[in-house]
């Protein structure tokens, strides 16, 4: 009975510790730099009431490799903690370079919405926005959250 316990022990251990030794390889190693975001609502006469949110992020390539592409896998708004909206912004390099992102080097990229995207009920257009975006590349994810952005209200 002792040995029986000492080995389910043992493969506990084993088990924890390849589990936490997999996580930390599954974050993208970039660095995220917020250049630019911006939020607002379109509440114009004559018009469809739409959300909308563009900004501009700076991305450094600290892998050992170079990266092929880099995709925004989906975008979350949130307000005071609570989702809004789970998105899929629009997502590219300013400069529309296809070109591998070398290890050590950056590049810019921006993220806007489509024309069109309803106000959800929930938004309290006078509060404080954060914006999530999770970022892919080689298999892993890399968050990136920005924080204290104003809903500007456009008539």
């Not at 939020?39 to 092929?68: H, Q, R, T």
Request: proline content about 4%.
């Amino acid at each position: 009975m002792k040995r029986i316990s000492i080995l389910l022990f043992s493969l506990i251990i084993v088990y924890y510790g390849c589990s936490g030794a997999k996580s930390t390889t599954d974050t993208l190693k970039i660095e995220v730099m917020t250049q630019q975001s911006n939020s607002w609502v379109n509440l114009m006469p004559g018009s469809k009431p739409s959300f909308f949110i563009s900004g501009s992020i700076k991305i450094k390539n600290d892998e050992n490799i170079a990266l092929d592409s880099i995709q925004l896998l989906k975008c979350n708004i949130l307000q005071e903690g609570k989702t809004i909206y789970n998105l899929i912004p629009g997502f590219r390099s300013v400069d529309d370079i296809k070109a591998p992102i070398n290890s050590g080097t950056d590049r810019i990229f921006t993220f806007y919405l489509s024309p069109g995207t309803p106000i959800n009920k929930e938004l309290d257009m006078d509060k404080l926005i954060s914006i999530e975006l999770y970022l892919s590349a080689l298999n892993k994810v890399k968050l990136h959250i920005i924080d204290n952005i104003n809903v500007i209200k456009t008539y």
